[in-house]
């Protein structure tokens, strides 16, 4: 994680430097140093308590105000994030991550290692009059411990396969499709979380 995070920064402060010289703000582009470092092997802290992601989530936050030309204190990074880069939190993008490889998994699109972790509730004699086998449901291993058991790609994976909506189950989506609703579907939370901010606030 120190690596990870360190690494990002290291990138931001090239960019930095770039942008000064040149008086100009970096594109999206530019940025893919520091979003590659954030995004690579994060479904390893699936389940990993907020502060380990909140690390991670100020790099993010630093690419995005120097994308952006904004200062730490500015308000509205949330719009920033969400509205005008359309990136997720990175919550999200472990989400989406773990998401996308399990579709691929029951694609066999990915190793074998993996596909052997996801085992559709369906394929299980016992289980095939469940209505979670006919939503195309995965079976959740059991485990011992609860911090890095819990956190293993075979319980993490289905986990969060389950956890989507019966939509994104469907076998027939392909790779593009799937990882396009898997995101608008992430992205309708932030909506779901401001607008029950705005009816307390009432």
């Not at 140093?33 to 630093?62: E, H, W």
């Not at 986990?159 to 396009?180: C, G, I, K, Y």
Request: hydrophobic content about 35%.
């Amino acid at each position: 994680m120190a690596n990870v995070c360190s690494s990002g920064f290291y990138w931001l402060c090239q960019l930095r430097r770039v942008r000064r010289s040149l008086d100009t703000t970096p594109s999206r582009r530019s940025s893919m140093p520091v979003m590659l470092r954030v995004d690579y092997c994060n479904a390893v802290f699936a389940g990993s308590p907020r502060y380990i992601t909140d690390k991670l989530q100020c790099v993010l936050n630093a690419a995005a105000h120097l994308i952006t030309n904004t200062h730490k204190f500015d308000h509205g990074l949330s719009h920033l994030l969400h509205e005008e880069l359309h990136w997720l939190d990175v919550p999200e993008r472990i989400h989406y991550k773990l998401g996308v490889t399990v579709h691929r998994c029951l694609q066999y699109k990915a190793p074998e290692y993996l596909v052997d972790c996801c085992t559709p509730v369906s394929d299980i004699p016992s289980r095939r009059h469940l209505r979670s086998a006919t939503q195309h449901h995965l079976t959740v291993p059991r485990y011992q411990l609860s911090t890095f058991g819990r956190r293993a790609f075979f319980v993490a994976g289905p986990m969060v396969w389950n956890s989507l909506q019966d939509s994104l189950h469907d076998p027939a989506l392909t790779s593009n499709s799937f990882r396009q609703s898997l995101k608008t579907n992430l992205f309708r939370r932030y909506h779901s979380d401001t607008h029950d901010f705005e009816q307390v606030r009432k």
